[in-house]
């Protein structure tokens, strides 16, 4: 293994994964990959997981897959292999509701219809991503697609859930005496290579970060993915200096860098379809097979650790983390993040492009209200014993 941390420090294991019965749980783009073996061992602990997806054929198959494992008889495994069985019994997986995130209007149904049906919402984890290998615009707004995906999407979706996250973290007060509502941000390596013009030819600047989308400037691939990437982490900043404290809020938020994991990411098309023109052509079929050879890249399952440290391990509460980056797994590199990502002025200009993206795009004013008014969420509520965390 190259770059797949064999010799890194690692600060988690799945037997630090706490118990998740009756716990809720939302996974984006969780048919496949990191995100799939995120939900299954937030099941596999207890938990019942939404599998939020653009397709619905194939977030039913991952539904089968991980309910094969609710299913297995085989002792659960530490390694997470799929095929050992549950640790907490009593876990569901549901493949129940598509939602294509390149859609924010979708976003709005989706929560609106999972609310309907559900009182809770314990863990959110913002998964989903693309690398798109054309320049592709998003159905709404009609912004560089990567970007609406994987940040605009998660932000709403954010701002639709959080009066349920914060009920959630009240319910668990009171069942409990203590809260834990969690949301995941999943981003990706953006340390201090990013800054380095030897490793890193992109010219990261507040212009490529910000005018390059709003003009619509043609990016695609690992540039615009890398971008995606960094608005994650300037996002959950912003987040979770906006939510403040956990203990009195009830919202944890942090964000994490999976590793080098094989997946598709790398090559992954701009359709849910699997249309012949959305086929790989040869070149990127060799660069499929170097990224995913074991050299190079580590399995799914390790995937999702870091996933799964920042949703459930108990440390996370301990320490009181909040918007704090996780890379690899459960070590806290706040620090090394690249220039760019720790910006407090470039975030909070993403902040106010992405909120009136969000409210054009909606047409809603109100679209992104409940993370305008966080603040005086907590305000209103922090003198209150059952909002307290613990
Ligand atoms: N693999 C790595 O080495 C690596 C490294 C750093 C960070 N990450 C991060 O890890 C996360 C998971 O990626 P992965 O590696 O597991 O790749 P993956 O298997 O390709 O997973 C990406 C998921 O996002 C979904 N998705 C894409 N567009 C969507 C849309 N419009 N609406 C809803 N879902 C959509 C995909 O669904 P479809 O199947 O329908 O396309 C798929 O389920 C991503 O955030 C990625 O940036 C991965």
Request: proline share 5%; hydrophobic share 35%; charged share 25%.
């Amino acid at each position: 293994m190259v770059y797949g941390y064999g010799g890194w420090k690692s600060n988690f294991t799945l037997a630090q994964m706490t118990d998740l019965r009756s716990k809720v749980a939302i996974v984006t783009g969780s048919n496949s990959g990191v995100g799939k073996e995120t939900a299954r061992q937030l099941a596999l602990h207890g938990a019942n997981v939404h599998l939020a997806c653009r397709n619905p054929k194939k977030a039913e198959d991952a539904a089968k897959d991980i309910q094969s494992s609710l299913d297995s008889k085989e002792p659960h495994s530490e390694e997470g292999d799929p095929k050992s069985g549950p640790k907490y019994p009593g876990g569901s997986v549901h493949a129940d509701q598509a939602v294509d995130l390149s859609d924010v209007r979708a976003v709005q149904n989706y929560a609106e219809n999972f609310k309907k049906g559900n009182d809770r919402l314990d863990i959110l984890i913002c998964n989903a991503a693309i690398v798109p290998p054309e320049f592709t615009k998003g159905k709404a707004p009609e912004l560089e697609v990567a970007f609406v995906t994987s940040h605009l999407s998660h932000m709403l979706m954010i701002d639709q859930f959080l009066p349920l996250l914060q009920s959630t973290a009240r319910k668990q007060q009171e069942e409990t005496g203590k809260s834990d509502v969690r949301v995941v941000i999943v981003a990706a390596d953006v340390t201090g290579y990013v800054d380095n013009r030897l490793l890193n030819p992109m010219k990261v600047s507040e212009e490529w970060l910000l005018n390059d989308i709003a003009e619509k400037k043609e990016t695609y691939g690992a540039g615009a993915y890398l971008r995606t990437k960094i608005c994650n982490v300037l996002f959950t900043r912003k987040l979770a200096q906006k939510l403040g404290d956990p203990k009195d809020n009830g919202v944890r938020v942090n964000v994490i860098h999976p590793g080098v994991i094989s997946t598709e990411i790398f090559h992954s098309r701009s359709h849910a379809d699997n249309s012949e023109d959305s086929k790989p052509g040869l070149g990127e079929r060799l660069v499929r097979k170097a990224f995913n050879s074991n050299l190079v890249s580590m399995p799914p399952p390790k995937g999702a650790w870091n996933s799964l440290y920042a949703a459930c391990a108990a440390e996370v509460q301990e320490k009181n983390y909040q918007g704090e980056y996780f890379f690899p797994w459960g070590n806290r590199r706040t620090p090394d993040i690249c220039k760019i990502g720790k910006d407090d002025s470039v975030a909070q200009k993403l902040w106010e492009f992405s909120t009136r993206q969000l409210r054009e795009a909606t047409g809603n004013e109100d679209a992104v209200k409940n993370l305008d008014n966080v603040g005086a969420y907590t305000a209103q509520h922090s003198t209150q014993p059952q909002a307290a965390t613990q």
